[in-house]
């Protein structure tokens, strides 16, 4: 579930707001915090955490085990231009920022499992068929043939059948 969760939220942008006093009808745990500055302690920063999808660890594991994307990987981390291909974060990105998974089967597959069988993944339902899935998958991931890969999958779907 969390895997399902975190890969819907790769294709969003967003940004947190923060809304001083009377503009804040609502309190939360931003608007509630004390005011560190009249301490007379010195400003301590508390704690600093970052979220890491795991599908995207997978993938950057991933890579050291695919001929082609070490190859890929090597090219862009020197500094060359690999046509369609950019680096960022230790991850290949691919013409709008879609992430490039590789030769790797089963996390195809998975990320496929993902977008295309479960209620959340298939964005207002699943088993959307090969159109909506391939639409779904493009605008996020890419990897060599993926179409016909969409197309197996699909065709072994027995919801869909």
């Given at each position: 579930m969390e895997?399902?969760?975190q890969t819907?939220?790769?294709?969003l942008q967003f940004k947190i707001v923060y809304k001083r006093g009377l503009e804040n009808k609502t309190a939360?745990?931003?608007?509630r915090r004390p005011?560190?500055?009249?301490?007379?302690q010195p400003l301590k920063i508390f704690a600093i955490s970052q979220a890491s999808p795991v599908l995207l660890e997978q993938v950057v594991s991933d890579y050291t085990k695919d001929y082609?994307?070490?190859k890929i990987f090597a090219a862009l981390s020197l500094g060359s231009k690999v046509e369609g291909l950019s680096l960022s974060s230790d991850i290949i990105n691919r013409f709008?920022?879609?992430?490039?998974?590789?030769s790797n089967l089963?996390?195809?597959q998975q990320i496929l499992s993902n977008l295309h069988s479960s209620a959340l993944g298939g964005w207002g339902?699943?088993?959307l068929g090969f159109p909506v899935t391939y639409n779904h998958v493009k605008q996020l991931f890419a990897w060599p043939r993926l179409k016909p890969t969409l197309k197996d999958f699909i065709a072994q779907c027995i919801t869909c059948q």
């Open positions: 895997t399902q969760s819907k939220l790769i294709g939360n745990a931003l608007s005011n560190l500055l009249s301490y007379s082609q994307a070490i709008k920022g879609t992430i490039w998974i590789g089963e996390l195809q339902g699943g088993h």
